[in-house]
Each structure stands twice: as C-alpha cells, then as structure tokens.
C-alpha cells in the first residue's frame, strides 16, 4: 500500500465524507431527536461529547456497507444513530477508568463534570440506544448488537487486567483490540449487509472487512500516540504510556531494544510514568514505528480483499478508500 501525505489522506476522506453526506444528515437528525433527556445534566454531557467532532465513521461505515450490500430503505439511519451512541458511551467509560483529561482538544467529560455524572451518562446512551434497537424490531439486529456491547465490556477488563504489565504481547494486545474496537467496526458493516438482507457470504464480507478495518485502525491510532502531536491528535502525546497501557509500539520496541533500554521502558509501563523522551527516542531507534506502521498496512490490505465478493459501485469503493484512509491519517 502507498504512503499518502496527511493532505492527500483527508482529501480522500473529504470524498467520501461528501459521499455519504445525505445520510449522514440524515443520521444526526435521528441523534438529535434521540438525544434528549429530561435531566438537564445529561443533556449537558450527552451534548458536549456528541457534540465535540470527531468523523462518526463507525455510522458512516454502517450507511456505506448498506448501500454497497444494496440496501434502499431507511433504517439505516436509525440503526446508525445506536451504533454512533453504543460507541459514544464507551468514550464516556473509558475517559473514567483511564483518567483522561483531553479528548479531541476539548476537556473530557468526566473532567467537567467528575466521574460518576460521566458514568452515568454513559449508562443512559447505552439504554438509549437498545431502545432504538428495540423501535426496529428485529432479532438479528438486537442480537448482533447484544453481542458486539458485550464483547466491548470484555475488552475494556482485558485492557484494565493488562494496564502497567511490561509482559503483555501482542497476542494480548490483538485480543484487546479486537473486542475494545474491531468488534463495533465488524458490526457496523454486517448490519448494513442483514438490512439489505444480502447473501450470507456478502454479511460475511462485510464483517471481515469491518473486523480488519477496526484492527487497522487501532494499530494506527497507537502509532499515532507516538508519532503525531497534541495539537493534531487532540489528546497529549504520551497518554497510552501514562495510562500504563502496553500498545505495539512498546511491544516492538521491547522485542528490539538492548537490555539496559527494555528496562527503562519497563520502569515506564510499570510506573505509567518516566522520561517520555527517552522513551519516545528508544521507539524510533529501534525500529518499532516501521513495524507497527507495517502491521497496520497488512490489517487495512485484509479489509480490501475483503470487498471482493461485493458489487462494485461508489459504496463499495468509499469503504476502500477508507481503508487506506485509515492507516494514512494524522489523527
């Protein structure tokens, strides 16, 4: 896969972006109406993190896959609306247990508003959205999204068990990844492919792309902890390391360095803290970044054979530029 420069990357997510964009309209209306409580503090929370940026690729995924499985209706707006608060949710638990003060350059919730009011926020746009699920009235659906919501809590615990553990591998680490991330990814494609009601191996394409899909992604956004700056990550640079999580790039670089080196590093991870710089100068010298850069390539070249068995069409070719989107943005 070609490297882009960052301006090239988002261009192609522009197209794309713009592509979807009726939908998309169409999916913040369903947010907006949905959103509302008569608790005026979780309107305030609901709002500041719905409302905070961010891509919505993960519903943005979900209206494609539908299109590109030959989908005409219009529950995808509303089934993309759950996916994009199943997710919001899991941003306001994981600022909690993480103690994240920044997210997408604005103060997190939970550092606005304290821990429990995050938390229980998060728990209201979790009911919110099986309610939604409950308004489309079928099985598959709620049973797809059942399990995709458990496998998100089971990976949230592996990631807490693993936190400060120099030891953890990169076999830990992908079960992480894919329960905390690539899981809602696979979802949020498959449910396009069973609301179109396509052929059993289309739902399966579906899912396998979005499944390596999310992996790409993750890899690449840990890359980005510590490649990129807070300006454009808009988190700090660093913050995977002080939260005492144990990602690729450290995985790597523990494999590559010298003894005296892999112990600083493991201090670090312990710690969740250290000489950031010296940390950061070890990871670049040892060739962890090519690496894990490379392991992302390989996820994000999976998601494209993955498309094969699919009808070619503007659908199918904007879930291949995101992609290559994926592992070629800068935040």
């Known amino acids: 896969m070609s490297v882009a420069a960052p301006t090239q990357a988002t261009s192609r997510y522009d197209a794309v972006r713009d592509l979807a964009a009726a939908d998309m309209a169409g999916v913040d209306r369903v947010i907006r109406a949905r959103l509302g409580s008569e608790v005026a503090l979780v309107n305030q929370i609901a709002e500041h993190i719905i409302g905070g940026g961010g891509k919505r690729l993960r519903p943005m995924l979900h209206v494609l896959a539908a299109h590109a499985a030959g989908y005409a209706g219009d529950k995808h707006l509303k089934l993309a609306a759950v996916i994009e608060f199943i997710h919001t949710s899991t941003l306001l638990h994981d600022d909690v247990v993480d103690e994240s003060g920044l997210r997408r350059g604005r103060k997190t919730a939970n550092a606005l508003w304290g821990n429990a009011a995050s938390v229980l926020v998060g728990d209201f746009l979790y009911s919110r959205s099986f309610q939604l699920m409950v308004e489309l009235d079928d099985m598959r659906v709620m049973g797809i999204l059942a399990d995709t919501t458990n496998a998100i809590a089971e990976g949230e615990v592996l990631q807490l068990l693993s936190v400060g553990n120099p030891d953890t591998d990169e076999a830990a680490y992908g079960r992480v990844i894919e329960r905390k991330t690539a899981v809602l990814f696979a979802a949020a494609c498959r449910l396009g492919g069973v609301l179109a009601a396509a052929p059993q191996p289309i739902c399966e394409a579906l899912w396998r792309y979005g ?23 808009g988190k700090n640079i ?50 962890a970044l090519p690496q894990v850069r490379a392991r992302a390539e390989a996820h994000a070249e999976a998601a494209l054979a993955a498309l094969a068995p699919l009808t070619p069409g503007t659908a199918r070719d904007a879930l291949a530029t995101l992609a290559r989107y994926t592992v070629d943005r800068d935040h």
């Open 238 to 287: 660093g913050d995977d390391l002080a939260e005492g999580k144990v990602t690729l790039p450290l995985i790597y670089a523990l494999r590559a360095a010298v003894p005296q080196q892999a112990e600083l590093l493991r201090d670090a991870i312990r710690q969740g803290s250290g000489p950031l710089h010296e940390v950061l100068a070890i990871i670049h010298t040892c060739g």
């Open 211 to 233: 499944l390596e899909l999310g992996f790409a992604f993750q890899i690449a956004d840990d890359l980005l902890d510590y490649t990129s700056d807070a300006d454009t990550l």
